[in-house]
């Protein structure tokens, strides 16, 4: 059972608190439940009682609690003594995971107790990856207890025997809430649990949800009526105890980098000591990374494994059963292990690189000793001198038990979109009734019946002012009021396109007549030349050539490879950890919690340039390349300086600058051009807010990217499939001119008014910018530099994110040119 | 897109200009040239429930209408596949029509036919041929394997990219070698094939320029310059073709 230890471990101590509640509560726990606690020599935990007594009341409950809590059996034991005592028919409880494996792990578990006790309750999976033949027989026999994803429900929903399957339900599980609250998954899902209410109103529903900073939020989410109130909440149990501490390397700390190479021998130290060990990264390219570097120090041939979302599914599998084995001694993983899947018993996880949020890191941390009795052991491994104080600072954070972490935004118009459709592909709808059903949904209760309905129309027609396209519609409109899928061939297409999650291209690698390894995102590829070495799945690789969409590579030897950029799993610093890192630097007194070399690091910036202030905000600016650098440590967050970097390169267009691009983190903001910024307090003005951001909102390339994705989800273009592709002299169609056109001709349209939204979501931070430019005005200390400072490295490594649009462009193209004459006249007679 | 900015070019014995906009000027003859307008291409998606914005053919007349005030031509030639498909013409919204039809009213309008639009097109004004011949040049929709020097075609899409500091930088182009010109696609929803692509540069002597289309001016890139777009590339976009 996920993150419930005693299932997989039995507990030696069964005093304490927890048997104490059980006392409290006699007789909430059926007889042949309470005999097989003992016979494993268990007892129930007290939020998994506190369950049973809500579910018996019929409420609807969200359990917060930290990893080991025993979470997943406490949302299945009232199903199970309910569906052992009274009986069930058909579909009785819906478990919905964010992840395929979770759900397929979970249901492993669940068979234990059914089995053990005998009970008489049929579960079963549905994902992407059930058979067709095993799909159907769910439909028209629905097993007590069934376990999908997101996707796989609203799939469901979309047929027209949804009533008939769900007409009995009685409990939707909702597994890792907080992982789907907020997101376009968790859009959908939210709208998935409107319908399975008007299903089946006598539904309630359990929401499972790590340890999270906005509880209120999340119980609005999980409410059937968007009302907190209506939530009955369970906290188990505090905080998880754990020893955190910041490895010590011999080597010296470097001044950049992500890979953290220097302390890896330090790292195989710690997994020899340990008997498993969990080796979280941040990005794929890290784990490749930190697995090849950890091999080579491996003199004792220890079973380390590589677990990331690029590798094959079944290497990906085959990982994961040799750790539930416990055939492992340590697997470098990225975020694709931070949830669910139970592993035998984890005695330490190392984080290597910045850990980029307290939640994150509590939770991942928490993946090591997995019960709630037994302190968790975890390592930081700063990369670099940056991460450092990102890691002091996560580290006085967990002392302190300060959270982070964003609370749920509205949902986006897209999935509204894809919703709607879905459901007329289902049964006729009636706007007024699926409006009233749709705001019971947290995410949509503010959305206004006007924006429904444009969403509707937009299904339906298009929704555009010039014309409609009546005679394409995709609904047909029925005498009464209702509308439903025009035709099977829509219902089809909506079916094809189902789901939010769009992804980035990717392609293929393979050996060459040989076996397939996993994907990398296609911008990767494309940077490849022939010959080029990298490191894929654990090995050396010689890029071949791309045939039919797919990378061919043949092993190669060598240590010095290409690193793959591929950037799966980058995540933004909370702005939480920001604070406390600026918080840090701004007072030296409290360097004496730092190493050596980075006391040194900061010491040096002192001198060579400045320290940031809370008081002012520093500039920096300097020659490098051919190019010139304005960088500026303003410690907004990420989001906040995403805008601003648009902003800024927007202003710096417009002065003739030429500028070429720009980076953020969550400290600083840098950007470059090919001629150097003069006046900073100029270009840090606080008027840009009101000048140039609607003006930069529209035109950015970050809005054309957030249009394609909400242009696939809502269904205005078709996902791609493999062996689709094009081929020969096709025409590929391009959603940038799509926006560009629309952007002119109807800039309201309902799809521009989405796009603005989640643009907004997840770019802009503006109260927190303008509050800064305000504090920033007459406050600017501005130091030129002669190179880059020892601050500033860390940034220029981020470099190469957002395109510029604009002059630059144009030079750009010139300069190309230029250098091939320049090449092409030089030492000519 | 701001007409004007052209690159001046000699071509076969003439002297041309690239617009910026992807439309082709010379001014002997004071000919207008554009490929692929694909007009309506947008509403030949609807019908599969793809309800594509329906102002393709508003924007890509908009354009043609900056093109012919900026350099004031007496006659335009449209290289073909100027309407996506056989009923396209019929699909033009009342307004955009009126806009095609007061253009084609008041100059020498030349329909090259295309494989999307090989018959003229309904109700509107102009000559449809398959060939035309002014000067020194000769104009069809798609390049012939084996062509009489100073021949002008669109049919392909061609686009080129070239990487500078560490970007890849991409755009509409035009391509010529000795004897041939292709053009650009000029319509607002047309995309582009690379000129790598064996489906262009098979018809290419390999002595080739680009001229790549940038915001506001042509940039002419040899060819040595111009990146090889791997496979990959094409698929960047959701495709509906």
Same mark, same amino acid.
């Given at each position: 059972?996920?993150?419930?230890?005693?299932? /997989?471990?039995?507990?030696?101590?069964?005093?304490?608190?927890?048997?104490?509640?059980?006392?409290?509560?006699?007789?909430?726990?059926?007889?042949?439940?309470?005999?097989?606690?003992?016979?494993?020599?268990?007892?129930?935990?007290?939020?998994?009682?506190?369950?049973?007594?809500?579910?018996?009341?019929?409420?609807?409950?969200?359990?917060?609690?930290?990893?080991?809590?025993? /979470?997943?059996?406490?949302?299945?034991?009232?199903?199970?003594?309910?569906?052992?005592?009274?009986?069930?028919?058909?579909?009785?409880?819906?478990?919905?995971?964010?992840?395929?494996?979770?759900? @397929?792990?979970?249901?492993?578990?669940?068979?234990?107790?059914?089995?053990?006790?005998?009970?008489?309750?049929?579960?079963?999976?549905?994902?992407?990856?059930?058979?067709?033949?095993?799909?159907?027989?769910?439909?028209?026999?629905?097993?007590?207890?069934?376990?999908?994803?997101?996707?796989?429900?609203?799939?469901?929903?979309?047929?027209?025997?949804?009533?008939?399957?769900?007409?009995?339900?009685?409990?939707?599980?909702?597994?890792?809430?907080?992982?789907?609250?907020?997101?376009?998954?968790?859009?959908?899902?939210?709208?998935?649990?409107?319908?399975?209410?008007?299903?089946?109103?006598?539904?309630?529903?359990?929401?499972?949800?790590?340890?999270?900073?906005?509880?209120?939020?999340?119980?609005?989410?999980?409410?059937?009526?968007?009302?907190?109130?209506?939530?009955?909440?369970?906290?188990?149990?505090?905080?998880?105890?754990?020893?955190?501490?910041?490895?010590?390397?011999?080597?010296?700390?470097?001044?950049?980098?992500?890979?953290?190479?220097?302390?890896?021998?330090?790292?195989?130290?710690?997994?020899?000591?340990?008997?498993?060990?969990?080796?979280?990264?941040?990005?794929?390219?890290?784990?490749?990374?930190?697995?090849?570097?950890?091999?080579?120090?491996?003199?004792?041939?220890?079973?380390?494994?590589?677990?990331?979302?690029?590798?094959?599914?079944?290497?990906?599998?085959?990982?994961?059963?040799?750790?539930?084995?416990?055939?492992?001694?340590?697997?470098?993983?990225?975020?694709?292990?931070?949830?669910?899947?139970?592993?035998?018993?984890?005695?330490?996880?190392?984080?290597?690189?910045?850990?980029?949020?307290?939640?994150?890191?509590?939770?991942?941390?928490?993946?090591?000793?997995?019960?709630?009795?037994?302190?968790?052991?975890?390592?930081?491994?700063?990369?670099?001198?940056?991460?450092?104080?990102?890691?002091?600072?996560?580290?006085?954070?967990?002392?302190?038990?300060?959270?982070?972490?964003?609370?749920?935004?509205?949902?986006?118009?897209?999935?509204?979109?894809?919703? @709607?459709?879905?459901?007329?592909?289902?049964?006729?709808?009636?706007?007024?009734?699926?409006?009233?059903?749709?705001?019971?949904?947290?995410?949509?209760?503010?959305?206004?019946?006007?924006?429904?309905?444009? @969403?509707?129309?937009?299904?339906?027609?298009?929704?555009?002012?010039?014309?409609?396209?009546?005679?394409?519609?995709?609904?047909?409109?029925?005498?009464?009021?209702?509308?439903?899928?025009?035709?099977?061939?829509?219902?089809?297409?909506?079916?094809?396109?189902?789901?939010?999650?769009?992804?980035?291209?990717?392609?293929?690698?393979?050996? /060459?007549?040989?076996?397939?390894?996993?994907?990398?995102?296609?911008?990767?590829?494309?940077?490849?030349?022939?010959?080029? +070495?990298?490191?894929?799945?654990?090995?050396?690789?010689?890029?071949?050539?791309?045939?039919?969409?797919?990378?061919?590579?043949?092993?190669?030897?060598?240590?010095?490879?290409?690193?793959?950029?591929?950037?799966?799993?980058?995540?933004?610093?909370?702005?939480?950890?920001?604070?406390?890192?600026?918080?840090?630097?701004?007072?030296?007194?409290?360097?004496?919690?730092?190493?050596?070399?980075?006391?040194?690091?900061?010491?040096?910036?002192?001198?060579?340039?400045?320290?940031?202030?809370?008081?002012?905000?520093?500039?920096?600016?300097?020659?490098?390349?051919?190019?010139?650098?304005?960088?500026?440590?303003?410690?907004?967050?990420?989001?906040?300086?995403?805008?601003?970097?648009?902003?800024?390169?927007?202003?710096?267009?417009?002065?003739?600058?030429?500028?070429?691009?720009?980076?953020?983190?969550?400290?600083?903001?840098?950007?470059?051009?090919?001629?150097?910024?003069?006046?900073?307090?100029?270009?840090?003005?606080?008027?840009?807010?009101?000048?140039?951001?609607?003006?930069?909102?529209?035109?950015?390339?970050?809005?054309?990217?957030?249009?394609?994705? @909400?242009?696939?989800?809502?269904?205005?273009?078709?996902?791609?499939?493999?062996?689709?592709? /094009?081929?020969?002299?096709?025409?590929?169609?391009?959603?940038?001119?799509?926006?560009?056109?629309?952007?002119?001709?109807?800039?309201?349209?309902?799809?521009?008014?989405?796009?603005?939204?989640?643009?907004?979501?997840?770019? +802009?931070?503006?109260?927190?910018?303008?509050?800064?430019?305000?504090?920033?005005?007459?406050?600017?200390?501005?130091?030129?530099?002669?190179?880059?400072?020892?601050?500033?490295?860390?940034?220029?490594?981020?470099?190469?994110?957002?395109?510029?649009?604009?002059?630059?462009?144009?030079?750009?193209?010139?300069?190309?040119?230029?250098?091939?004459?320049?090449?092409?006249?030089?030492?000519?007679? | 897109?701001?007409?004007?900015?052209?690159?001046? $070019?000699?071509?076969?014995?003439?002297?041309?200009?690239?617009?910026?906009?992807?439309?082709?000027?010379?001014?002997?003859?004071?000919?207008?040239?554009?490929?692929?307008?694909?007009?309506?291409?947008?509403?030949?998606?609807?019908?599969?429930?793809?309800?594509?914005?329906?102002?393709?053919?508003?924007?890509?007349?908009?354009?043609?209408?900056?093109?012919?005030?900026?350099?004031?031509?007496?006659?335009?030639?449209?290289?073909?596949?100027?309407?996506?498909?056989?009923?396209?013409?019929?699909?033009?919204?009342?307004?955009?029509?009126?806009?095609?039809?007061?253009?084609?009213?008041?100059?020498?309008?030349?329909?090259?036919?295309?494989?999307?639009?090989?018959?003229?097109?309904?109700?509107?004004?102009?000559?449809?041929?398959?060939?035309?011949?002014?000067?020194?040049?000769? $104009?069809?929709?798609?390049?012939?394997?084996?062509?009489?020097?100073?021949?002008?075609?669109?049919?392909?899409?061609?686009?080129?990219?070239?990487?500078?500091?560490?970007?890849?930088?991409?755009?509409?182009?035009?391509?010529?070698?000795?004897?041939?010109?292709?053009?650009?696609?000029?319509?607002?929803?047309?995309?582009?094939?690379?000129?790598?692509?064996?489906?262009?540069?098979?018809?290419?002597?390999?002595?080739?320029?680009?001229?790549?289309?940038?915001?506001?001016?042509?940039?002419?890139?040899?060819?040595?310059?111009?990146?090889?777009?791997?496979?990959?590339?094409?698929?960047?976009?959701?495709?509906?073709?």
């Amino acid at each position: 059972m996920r993150a419930n230890a005693p299932l /997989k471990r039995p507990r030696r101590d069964n005093g304490g608190p927890d048997g104490q509640l059980a006392i409290d509560l006699p007789g909430a726990l059926p007889d042949r439940f309470a005999d097989w606690f003992a016979s494993r020599g268990w007892r129930p935990h007290p939020h998994q009682l506190a369950l049973l007594d809500a579910a018996s009341r019929g409420k609807t409950t969200l359990l917060i609690a930290p990893t080991g809590g025993g /979470k997943t059996l406490a949302g299945f034991l009232p199903s199970l003594v309910e569906i052992a005592e009274g009986g069930a028919r058909g579909l009785h409880t819906l478990y919905i995971s964010p992840l395929k494996a979770l759900a @397929v792990d979970v249901h492993r578990n669940l068979q234990m107790p059914i089995e053990e006790m005998g009970l008489p309750v049929t579960a079963d999976t549905r994902t992407g990856d059930t058979s067709q033949h095993r799909r159907k027989r769910q439909r028209e026999t629905p097993p007590n207890i069934l376990l999908t994803t997101p996707e796989s429900l609203t799939l469901l929903l979309s047929y027209a025997d949804a009533p008939r399957m769900f007409r009995n339900l009685r409990c939707v599980v909702l597994d890792e809430v907080h992982a789907l609250a907020g997101n376009k998954r968790g859009d959908q899902l939210a709208l998935c649990l409107t319908r399975l209410q008007a299903l089946a109103p006598e539904c309630r529903r359990v929401g499972l949800s790590a340890t999270v900073a906005w509880p209120d939020a999340l119980c609005r989410w999980v409410a059937p009526d968007a009302k907190a109130d209506s939530v009955h909440l369970i906290e188990g149990g505090g905080a998880v105890d754990s020893e955190v501490r910041m490895l010590v390397t011999r080597e010296k700390m470097p001044w950049s980098g992500h890979m953290a190479v220097h302390a890896l021998p330090e790292v195989y130290d710690e997994i020899r000591k340990a008997g498993t060990t969990l080796v979280f990264v941040n990005t794929r390219a890290q784990a490749e990374i930190v697995f090849q570097e950890l091999w080579r120090v491996n003199d004792d041939n220890l079973p380390i494994a590589l677990h990331h979302g690029s590798l094959a599914r079944e290497q990906r599998q085959k990982v994961e059963g040799a750790m539930a084995e416990g055939s492992l001694r340590a697997v470098v993983a990225t975020s694709s292990l931070d949830l669910g899947i139970d592993w035998a018993a984890i005695d330490l996880v190392v984080q290597v690189g910045a850990p980029k949020g307290v939640s994150r890191l509590i939770q991942r941390i928490g993946r090591a000793g997995h019960r709630l009795d037994t302190p968790s052991r975890a390592v930081l491994v700063p990369a670099n001198r940056f991460e450092v104080l990102e890691c002091r600072a996560a580290m006085d954070a967990i002392r302190e038990e300060t959270l982070d972490g964003e609370p749920p935004q509205p949902g986006g118009l897209d999935v509204l979109a894809q919703h @709607v459709m879905a459901m007329a592909c289902s049964a006729p709808f009636h706007p007024d009734a699926l409006y009233a059903e749709i705001i019971r949904a947290a995410p949509y209760a503010e959305i206004t019946r006007a924006e429904f309905d444009d @969403v509707v129309a937009f299904v339906d027609h298009g929704g555009y002012a010039l014309r409609s396209y009546d005679r394409w519609r995709r609904l047909e409109a029925l005498p009464d009021g209702t509308y439903r899928a025009a035709s099977p061939a829509m219902a089809r297409r909506l079916r094809m396109n189902l789901g939010t999650i769009v992804e980035a291209n990717t392609l293929k690698v393979r050996i /060459k007549r040989g076996p397939f390894l996993g994907e990398v995102e296609e911008y990767f590829a494309l940077g490849l030349e022939i010959g080029d +070495t990298f490191i894929f799945s654990g090995q050396m690789l010689r890029f071949e050539g791309i045939r039919e969409m797919t990378v061919e590579a043949s092993r190669a030897p060598g240590d010095a490879p290409k690193v793959p950029a591929y950037v799966g799993g980058r995540l933004p610093l909370t702005t939480h950890l920001a604070d406390r890192v600026r918080a840090i630097l701004a007072r030296p007194a409290a360097w004496g919690a730092l190493p050596d070399q980075v006391r040194e690091w900061l010491n040096i910036q002192l001198w060579a340039s400045s320290l940031p202030e809370p008081s002012a905000l520093l500039v920096e600016s300097f020659p490098r390349g051919d190019k010139h650098f304005t960088v500026a440590y303003c410690f907004e967050g990420r989001n906040a300086h995403q805008t601003l970097g648009m902003l800024l390169t927007r202003r710096m267009e417009r002065a003739g600058l030429a500028p070429l691009g720009f980076v953020a983190t969550d400290y600083v903001i840098a950007v470059w051009s090919l001629k150097p910024v003069s006046n900073v307090a100029e270009l840090f003005d606080e008027d840009m807010l009101g000048d140039d951001l609607e003006a930069w909102m529209d035109e950015s390339s970050m809005l054309k990217r957030t249009f394609r994705n @909400v242009a696939v989800i809502a269904g205005l273009i078709e996902r791609q499939y493999p062996g689709q592709q /094009k081929t020969g002299r096709q025409v590929t169609f391009n959603s940038d001119l799509i926006y560009d056109t629309l952007r002119r001709h109807e800039p309201n349209h309902i799809l521009l008014q989405a796009t603005r939204r989640d643009a907004a979501r997840g770019l +802009t931070d503006i109260s927190r910018l303008a509050g800064m430019l305000k504090r920033a005005k007459g406050n600017i200390l501005h130091r030129r530099l002669d190179r880059v400072s020892p601050l500033a490295v860390p940034i220029l490594l981020e470099i190469g994110k957002e395109r510029v649009e604009g002059s630059a462009i144009d030079l750009m193209l010139d300069e190309a040119a230029q250098e091939l004459i320049a090449e092409a006249t030089t030492g000519a007679p | 897109m701001m007409p004007g900015t052209a690159l001046p $070019f000699d071509f076969n014995r003439e002297s041309l200009m690239a617009d910026a906009s992807g439309a082709l000027y010379w001014p002997d003859q004071k000919t207008l040239v554009v490929a692929d307008l694909h007009l309506e291409k947008g509403s030949a998606y609807a019908k599969n429930g793809s309800h594509l914005p329906p102002y393709d053919s508003r924007e890509t007349l908009r354009r043609l209408a900056l093109a012919i005030d900026a350099y004031g031509p007496t006659r335009v030639i449209c290289l073909g596949d100027s309407f996506h498909d056989d009923d396209a013409a019929g699909r033009l919204p009342d307004d955009d029509r009126a806009t095609l039809q007061a253009m084609t009213a008041a100059m020498d309008w030349i329909w090259i036919a295309g494989n999307h639009d090989p018959a003229p097109p309904a109700g509107i004004d102009g000559l449809t041929t398959a060939e035309f011949r002014a000067g020194e040049l000769i $104009f069809r929709h798609e390049a012939r394997k084996r062509s009489s020097p100073g021949e002008v075609s669109g049919h392909f899409h061609p686009k080129a990219g070239v990487n500078a500091r560490g970007r890849r930088v991409t755009g509409r182009c035009f391509v010529a070698d000795g004897k041939r010109l292709i053009l650009p696609a000029f319509g607002a929803y047309t995309g582009g094939l690379d000129v790598h692509d064996p489906a262009i540069e098979s018809l290419l002597q390999d002595k080739y320029t680009v001229l790549i289309c940038g915001r506001a001016r042509v940039h002419r890139i040899p060819r040595e310059v111009v990146r090889r777009r791997e496979a990959a590339e094409e698929t960047r976009e959701p495709r509906l073709i």
